[in-house]
């Protein structure tokens, strides 16, 4: 089993629609949380960062943490064109982090 | 601010081929590593640096080397390519290891026939 296990996709939504990302983590030990967004042939770029359980908002981004399950979550309200992109996990703590391979996103005009 | 600048952008190497890929950053970043991204596989870490003149091994170091003798630069070399290097690399740095989120390049993509 993973350590970072996340549906690769890929996923495809109209604009406007809501989207949910996740990703599954084993090691309970994992403290710290961060989703990126890697648009095709370009590095990974930090979105959201968090090291708690709950949800954390950043404009139409919404972080959530469920630590009792290891599972965490991307929401991305109204979706645009713009968010066509990779979206990668990364959960570290205990002097390790791994990333998600990542799930591809596109959405549609 | 440039942040963090990786050279070449693409390369083909033939197998037994060695080169180096260049990461330098301005952001005064202790931290520096290298992860490959290869389909279905996530980054994986290669090396890392928490300073100047300190590096250590990540998940996958065979057939890498690192060195870092600035703050600012953290290449990468490959010592006799092989096709199973054959993929996209990237350099990230942070101002430490733990709990800070990463600023990676623009990656190289490689492909070693």
């Known amino acids: 089993q993973k350590e970072v296990e996340q549906d690769p996709g890929p996923l495809s939504v109209p604009e406007g629609a809501i989207v949910s990302l996740n990703c599954t983590y084993s090691n309970s030990a994992f403290q710290y949380f961060m989703w990126y967004r890697q648009y095709s042939r370009k590095g990974p770029e930090l979105l959201m960062y968090t090291y708690s359980s709950g949800n954390k908002e950043d404009g139409r981004f919404t972080a959530q943490v469920d630590k009792s399950s290891k599972y965490i979550s991307l929401f991305i309200r109204d979706s645009q064109p713009s968010d066509s992109a990779t979206y990668l996990c990364a959960i570290g703590g205990n002097n390790d982090m791994r990333f998600g391979a990542g799930t591809r996103l596109t959405v549609k005009p | 601010n440039a942040g963090v600048t990786q050279t070449p952008k693409f390369q083909v190497l033939k197998t037994g081929q060695s080169m180096t890929l260049q990461c330098a950053q301005d952001m005064n970043h202790e931290y520096m590593s290298w992860y490959r991204q290869d389909p279905g596989m996530g980054l994986r870490l290669i090396h890392y640096?928490?300073?100047?003149?300190?590096?250590d091994q990540g998940e996958v170091p065979n057939g890498y080397n690192v060195s870092r003798s600035t703050t600012e630069d953290f290449p990468l070399r490959l010592l006799s390519a092989a096709p199973s290097q054959t993929s996209v690399y990237f350099c990230a740095s942070s101002p430490g290891r733990w709990a800070y989120g990463y600023t990676f390049g623009s990656g190289t993509r490689l492909t070693v026939v």
């Open positions: 640096s928490v300073g100047a003149g300190i590096t």
